[in-house]
């Protein structure tokens, strides 16, 4: 069965840099598009980003433009999340997810998800 898994978070202090990690395993890795979320407590999931299946077009959600930066790498069917410039307001539970358009921003337009990573950042 399909099954992602998140890596890499941890508790980091304010303008540190953090990479996050996510594993695929049971599906074509490369024939998805794979967008990452956040969600803080007591708020909704946020689109962080996504990349296409070649890793050649990536967007951003407003919050982490210029900071964050998705890549992936097919051949170990792992797609990453390099965060700089962390900030508190970052602190949330990092998932990574996929979907079949590189347009869909919604947590409903992603099927399958990772069990997610939490990333603390302390003023």
């Known amino acids: 069965q399909v099954q992602l898994v998140e890596s890499g978070g941890g508790l980091v202090q304010a303008g540190d840099s953090l990479r996050l990690s996510c594993a695929g395993s049971g599906l074509t890795f490369s024939s998805y598009y794979m967008g990452w979320f956040r969600q803080a407590q007591g708020k909704e999931r946020e689109f962080v980003g996504i990349i296409n299946w070649s890793g050649a077009r990536t967007a951003y959600g407003d919050s982490v433009k210029g900071r964050f930066t998705i890549s992936r790498d097919n051949t170990k069917n792992t797609v990453y999340l390099q965060m700089n410039s962390l900030k508190p307001e970052d602190t949330a539970v990092y998932y990574c997810?996929?979907?079949?358009?590189?347009?869909?921003?919604?947590?409903?337009?992603?099927?399958?998800w990772g069990q997610g990573t939490q990333v603390t950042v302390s003023s």
């Open positions: 997810a996929l979907t079949s358009s590189f347009y869909l921003r919604t947590p409903n337009d992603y099927t399958y």
